[in-house]
């Protein structure tokens, strides 16, 4: 059986297998510094799906979240609450004719956040396509 090459990490996170390129095959371009830089905590999908309808939103429910989302109620209050103490995003909790309401919007903060993974995002892809 042949021998498997060895991984080696890379800066960025990237995983390159340790082997020469052939022949006319282009040398691949490093990987961009921005991409050690991703956001971990608005990455994830739910938290991204989040950030992302209260960008385009000044403020949606969590009933809208949800139904937006297509998560449980359980899911949505996590990553929302993950957020929340993050300062990206704020919520309002009211009641209306005794329901519980809860109104969420994108903080400055979360806003520049956003920004900067959508940046991080593009030169990734920008890498990816050289």
Known sequence: MAERPQR??????????????KRGEPTPAPAPDSLAALDRLIHERVR????????????????ELKEILGVTDGNLSV???????????ACKKSFAM?????????????????ERHLEHLAAVIRWARS
């Open 8 to 21: 080696r990490r890379v800066e960025g996170g990237d995983v390159h297998r340790d082997r020469p390129p």
């Open 48 to 63: 991204l799906g989040i950030v992302s309808a209260l960008a385009v939103n000044d403020s949606l429910t969590f009933q």
């Open 79 to 89: 990553h929302a609450r993950r957020l929340e103490e993050a300062g990206y995003i």
């Open 98 to 114: 005794r329901i519980p309401r809860s109104e969420y919007r994108l903080t400055q903060e979360g806003r520049k956040a956003l």
